[in-house]
């Protein structure tokens, strides 16, 4: 077969002033070409980034700030370039005769597997959410091919059945950097973004993986495989290996005649099915990866990992803390990803604005219910005040909480010993939810983005004073429809009632020194 290598084919699919083409990773760390990724779904962008901080983490890990700095303000030249992939050409062929990337060859299967089990969702009966049109993954280009491989192993849940999933996790949050305009970098672009999410080795060495130069000359699982049924630490997994791993036993079929890519539209030979196999082996521990915040809790004296995930259909913010504030205590505890803690202590971003994008799925099991894709923008002083961080969540939650509260009583009433009144009976608090979400959002992104950290009280006043606004004209138009019917009367003074103690009770404590 023909080589498709992400080293050298052109591969990265980029828009640049309004036209689409696709460059090699040569052409986009050395600076030749420039553009913005352009892939019709947003995980396949977030997964493409992903695995461009991946590949450039492996060839070309920095020795120390100094000289990550230096990749964000210069391109590399030929020579760099083809010095860092060296020796690791035989990775990254989509193609290659003993180790295609991402694959394990003679894989044995009953029947190959259609290339849309490759797609986080459009196999599932749940694929109405994301108006999947028919055919969507007939037949796929080298380059959607490999960027869904990778987002295979590393993003999605496993394919049940006894698949293994990632190194974090069904679902776990990826978050990357996204390239803020500093003193250093005027015009963020994809490069300058791609070496964001890269770490330096004394970082790795000394804080996030203490084992990294005794793992440095590892190979991917899928180069050097696993055995069957083996039992593996954490802490034994290099970074070359922990970013590339393939918990699955996959194997595309040879790519058929050119034709049009059912994902990106590309003209070029098509893949149409992969033979895939169980693999059973044991990890045991988390092992630390540079794009995901971790968790923690101390059960029975010992400390149980997990990353987070999305869970529910709650938008980011409401996770935003887990995901930039550390914290720990004697029985829990938060770190934000690896790649965060290094923009804020090596100072990358010159106390300018954080941007980031947060993506994943939330799932049942092996199913994938939703695709989720966010930006967010932090102002600066972020790194210095988490506890405004907290706050601002904290009274988001607080008057969605107040609503919900308020129509869980119009809908059940109350009964005990002294007093009863019967409820509407009508359930109205998933939709609450769900509006407050809807209407709330962006003003709590925006504080996030805008507000003073060193002075944040008149931000907080004005978005509550919007949140409880909103919260009235919520409740107002949700039990609208109730308010002609005699029998419900006495339950909408109920949840009136509660709603103005809620909303009181949220408002700040006044004092005399205040």
């Known amino acids: 077969m023909k080589p ?234 290099g970074l070359a290996r922990g970013l590339l791993w393939q918990p699955a036993h996959f194997e595309l079929l040879p790519a058929e005649d050119k034709g049009c890519c059912s994902v990106c539209n590309a003209s070029a030979p098509l893949y149409k099915g992969f033979n895939k196999a169980k693999f059973n082996y044991t990890v045991e521990g988390n092992w630390p990866h540079p794009l995901s915040a971790r968790t923690f809790k101390i059960v029975k004296g010992k400390k149980e990992e997990k990353f987070p995930s999305f869970t529910t259909t709650a938008p980011g913010w409401t996770q935003l803390s887990r995901l930039v504030v550390a914290m720990e205590s004697s029985k829990e505890g938060q770190i934000p990803a690896p790649v965060l803690i290094q923009t804020r202590d090596d100072n990358l971003i010159k106390q300018k604005h954080l941007r980031f994008v947060i993506g994943g799925y939330r799932n049942n099991q092996a199913t994938v219910l939703e695709r989720r894709h966010e930006f967010f923008s932090l102002a600066d002083g972020w790194a210095e005040h988490g506890e405004v961080i907290h706050y601002i969540i904290k009274i988001g939650l607080g008057y969605k909480t107040a609503l919900r509260k308020a129509l869980y009583l119009f809908s059940d009433g109350i009964k005990d010993k002294n007093k009863e009144i019967k409820g509407s009976g009508v359930n109205l608090c998933q939709s609450g939810d769900d509006l407050y979400f809807q209407q709330t959002e962006q003003w709590i992104r925006d504080t996030f983005a805008d507000i003073n950290f060193k002075e944040p009280l008149p931000a907080i006043d004005r978005l509550r004073t919007q949140l409880k606004q909103a919260v009235l004209q919520l409740f107002d138009q949700l039990t609208q429809p109730y308010r002609q019917e005699p029998k419900m009367l006495k339950a909408l003074a109920l949840a009136r009632r509660s709603l103005n103690k809620s909303l009181a009770e949220l408002q700040p404590v006044v004092t005399e020194e205040n």
């Open 4 to 237: 498709f290598s992400l080293l050298d084919q052109p591969w990265i699919p980029l828009q640049y002033e309004g036209a689409r083409h696709w460059i090699t990773y040569r052409q986009l760390l050395c600076g030749e070409e420039r553009g913005d990724l352009c892939l019709p779904r947003d995980d396949f962008e977030l997964a493409c980034l992903q695995l461009l901080a991946a590949i450039t983490q492996v060839c070309f890990t920095p020795s120390d700030r100094k000289e990550l700095l230096a990749r964000l303000k210069k391109p590399l030249s030929t020579d760099e370039f083809l010095k860092g992939v060296k020796g690791k050409e035989a990775w990254f062929d989509l193609n290659h005769p003993d180790t295609p990337f991402m694959q394990i060859r003679g894989v044995k299967a009953s029947k190959p597997t259609p290339m849309d089990k490759l797609l986080a969702g459009v196999a599932d009966g749940t694929n109405k959410p994301f108006v999947n049109p028919h055919g969507l993954a007939e037949g796929l280009c080298g380059s959607c091919t490999a960027i869904a491989l990778f987002n295979m192993a590393n993003n999605c849940p496993s394919m049940g059945g006894g698949f293994k999933g990632s190194l974090r996790g069904s679902t776990p949050i990826t978050q990357l950097i996204t390239g803020p305009v500093t003193q250093l970098i005027t015009k963020p672009d994809l490069r300058t973004t791609v070496w964001l999410n890269v770490l330096h080795q004394e970082r790795l060495s000394n804080i996030v993986m203490p084992w990294h130069q005794a793992t440095a000359q590892q190979a991917p699982n899928y180069v050097d495989p696993v055995k069957a049924g083996e039992k593996i630490r954490a802490t034994n997994i």
